[in-house]
């Protein structure tokens, strides 16, 4: 006998493949006096789907740390057309701002791991010269760029308002 683990989402009635989702945890000392404490907004069908988990971790982590509370998850969806379109490219740009800066830090601290190593193994031979570490060097300062044209992008959407 197999169990089947897929966790279904029960799709709001009305909702169609275009429809971004949100998610929210709420709380309230009773049911009915909600109030949201963690939302997730603009979020694609699928990511909702793969990461629903994540959204009952954070809200079973979320009652655990405030027992006395109801807490309670709620799935909704917005359409295209009530999303600002300079608000949503802001968005998509925040998060990839947000994604350079954690790859830019993940980089940085393996360059300087991988510095300490080698001076440790061989002042002989330094690490400056060899090919993956200015390969390495070369992409960390590409991301740096990237990072400084998008978040001028984004200062130029926050000035069109």
């Known amino acids: ?33 909600y ?28 009652k655990v ?11 909704g969806f917005e359409t295209l057309e009530a999303i600002d379109p300079i608000a949503h490219e802001k968005l998509l740009l925040s998060r990839k701002i947000t994604s350079c800066k954690a790859k830019i830090t993940e ?7 991988a510095k300490v190593i080698m001076a440790k193994r061989s002042p002989m031979f330094p690490i400056e010269n060899e090919p993956g570490y200015i390969n390495a060097v070369n992409k960390l300062e590409a991301k740096k760029s990237e990072l400084a044209r998008k978040q001028q992008k984004y200062a130029e959407l926050d000035n069109q308002r």
């Not at 989402?9 to 929210?24: H, Q, R, S």
């Not at 980089?107 to 791991?113: G, I, M, Q, V």
């Open 1 to 33: 006998m197999s169990i089947d683990r897929t966790v279904q989402l029960k799709v709001p009635e009305g909702a169609t493949n275009n429809d971004f989702y949100w998610i929210a945890i709420g709380d309230s000392n009773a049911p009915g006096g």
């Open 35 to 62: 109030t949201n404490v963690i939302v997730w907004r603009m979020l694609p069908g699928e990511v909702v789907t793969k990461w629903r988990w994540y959204f009952d971790y954070r809200a079973a982590l979320y």
């Open 65 to 75: 740390q405030n027992p006395r509370k109801y807490v309670e998850i709620r799935l």
């Open 107 to 113: 980089w940085t601290r393996k360059l300087a791991d």
